[in-house]
Structure formats: C-alpha cells, structure tokens
C-alpha cells in the first residue's frame, strides 16, 4: 500500500510539471507577486507632495516648511491663495496643504501659540494621516509646552519600521492559502474535465489513497513553493529577520498546507469546472483572509469580526510565523499556533475529505 501510495504521488507531481502553464503560475505566485507586494504597497509617508500659503512673511514659517524634505515629502510648492490650493488638492496635485495665516507669528510671538491650518486628501488615508503625524512632530519641536519629560520611543521587532518585510510574509501566507486550495481541486476537477474520472474510479485501488495520495502531492508542491519564497524573496531581497526556529515555521506551514488541502477537497467535490473552482475558492479564501489579520490587525476590527477570526486557520499560521520570524518566540511557546491550525486544519481536511470521498 506504501508503494501504491507514493506512486500515486509521483504520478501527480510528473503531471504537474508537464503542465507549463501551472508551474508558471506556482512560480509567479511564489516570486514575483511576493516582491510585487512587498516592494510596491507603501504604508508609510513617503514622496508626499505638500503645498503652501503663507501670507506672514516672517522667518518662523521658512523654518517649519524647511523641515518638509525628502524621502518624506516633496520640495514644498508655494500658492498664492487658499482657492488655488485648495483647487491643486482637488485636482490630486497635491495631497497636503499647509495655510500660515497673516497673524501667525504675531500671535507666536505675542501669546506664545498660534495655529496653523492643514489640509489632507484622505483618499489614500494612510500616507495622509502618516503624513500628518510627520507634521505634527515637527511642530512639537517648536513648541515650548514646559514639561520636563523626553519621549524616547523604542521600536520592538522591526527597528526601521520597513513595511516590505511585513507586506511579503503576509502575501507569502496569503499565497500559500490561494494556491493550496486551488490546486487540490484541480487535482481532481480536470479528472472531470478530461473525462478520465470514470477511469479513476475504476482504478483496482482504495479511493481514501487515492484521495490522500492526490492531496498529499499537492503539499509538496506549496511546500516546494515555501521554501522558494522563503529563500529567495524573504532572506535574499527583502532581508526578513529570523529570530526563531525556521524548521518550525516549515513544520507550521506543512500543517497548514493540509489545511488548505482540506477546503480545495471541498471545493473539488461540489465544483464541475475550473471556472468554479476559481470562483468557489475565492467565495472562500476571502473571508479568511480578511479575518485573518494579515491586512488589517486583529485589535482594530469589529468585537464581532474578532470573534469570527478565530475560526479562520490563516490568523494562526500568520501569528505563528510572525512570531517565530520578528519575535523569536521559543518552540515550546508556539504551541497555541501549532493547535490551531491543527485543530482547525483536521476538522477542515476530514469534512473535505469526506465529501470528496462520496463522488468515489
């Protein structure tokens, strides 16, 4: 039955390498989109195009506008009138104003404060607000609020605050998700298209090894594709930390990769395409993407939505590896990640499973 079993493997992964177009795709995914999304989604304040009134003509705005360089902001552009910088934010020419009324520094200088008048395209919210903050620093350092505390900020587990790091693992996890599913079920929807379905059925072998034998190889293959990401994209261009046990993070995603299996066996049994299979797996994947916390952290949604995470296997997996990469967490203290998944993991796997197991 062993030999049986790992034949059936071999069977499936020669066939996935003679398909160009699915090796692309694995790939691709594994690669590019992973450099793609960590070098291309900025979430930092950065290249922000900032405009200006200033109708004081005095020396204290020069200085705070001097403060407005790069890689931050852009060389701070001057406008005659709040109409015309108003009408540049508009037109998503600029995306933050700066407005120092004819009475600034008098009042500064008179009353010791003053006010200054900002405006923000919140369209894209987060470079805004970073951006605002940015600001709003700088404006601290002139004013004299007569409390003698310094604040020093200490940046745990990722100094640089280097967004890219965290945007690639959190599409690596993503990807792993996506692509575990999908291919599971393909595995056995093109049996259905190529009409060799009836032939399998009648192959002298136990169904449940063929099942398992047909999941297990696909796996391997997310598997294979991990430790290209890993190697590749995470250490080699993006410089990911790794503070823990990296066969634990392999261990974790071999679990979760049976996860992931076990809806694409769901998916294959109620799916006659793979137009439905594309179609019933991203039904699927999103919701436990969006609850997962990989785009946005557990603490910041809904008490409901945070209820709901908990029955999503990805926000274990990214928490885990999270750990295990930034926080260098001990094995023996992963143990909460490693149960999820695996708890979650079998209930999905064994329901899939045996769903795909009744068209046998």
């Known amino acids: ?38 070098a291309g989604i900025e979430m930092q304040a950065k290249n922000i195009a900032v405009g200006y009134v200033d109708e004081t003509g005095g020396g204290m705005s020069r200085k705070i506008l001097s403060r407005l360089h790069m890689p931050e902001f852009q060389k701070p552009v001057m406008f005659t009138s709040q109409e015309a ?15 120092f009324e004819s009475d600034f520094e008098k009042s500064l200088k008179k009353y010791g404060r ?29 004013a004299d609020i007569g409390i003698p505390v310094e604040l020093k900020i200490h940046k745990l587990f990722n100094p640089n605050a280097t967004t890219s790091q965290f945007m690639a693992m959190a599409e690596m996890l993503s990807v792993i998700t996506l692509l575990g599913v999908i291919l599971t079920a393909a595995v056995f929807v093109r049996e259905k298209e190529n009409g060799t379905w009836d032939i399998m059925l009648l192959m002298p072998i136990d169904p449940k090894l063929i099942i398992l034998a047909k999941s297990f190889s696909q796996v391997l293959i997310i598997m294979g ?11 080699g261009i993006f410089d990911v930390p790794i503070n823990g046990s990296i066969s634990a993070f392999f261990l974790l995603s071999f679990f979760y990769a049976f996860t992931s299996a076990g809806i694409g066996l769901f998916v294959a049994a109620v799916s006659k395409s793979m ?6 797996s991203i039904l699927i994947m999103m919701p436990l993407i969006f609850l997962s916390g990989a785009w946005t952290p557990i603490h910041a949604m809904h008490p409901l939505l945070q209820e709901l995470s908990l029955i999503s296997p990805l926000r274990y997996y990214i928490e885990g590896s999270e750990s295990i990469f930034f926080r260098g967490t001990d094995v023996a203290d992963l143990w909460s990640y490693f149960a999820g998944v695996i708890i979650l993991g079998s209930v999905l796997y064994f329901y899939g ?3 795909i197991g009744r068209l046998f």
């Open 275 to 280: 137009l439905q299979v594309a179609q019933i």
């Open 225 to 235: 594709g991990v430790v290209i990401a890993t190697g590749i994209v995470l250490f």
């Open 85 to 99: 910088l108003s009408q540049s934010i508009y037109n998503r020419e600029i995306m933050v104003g700066l407005i």
């Open 1 to 38: 039955m062993i030999g049986t079993f790992f034949a059936l493997v071999a069977k499936e992964l020669i066939g996935f390498f003679r398909s160009w177009g699915l090796v692309a795709i694995v790939l691709y995914s594994f690669t590019l989109d992973i450099y793609i999304t960590g």
């Open 114 to 142: 003053s006010s200054i008048d900002l405006l923000l395209d919140s369209i894209a919210a987060t470079q805004s607000f970073q951006a605002l903050q940015y600001l709003q620093n700088i404006l601290l350092d002139y």
């Open 353 to 355: 499973f045996r769903k």
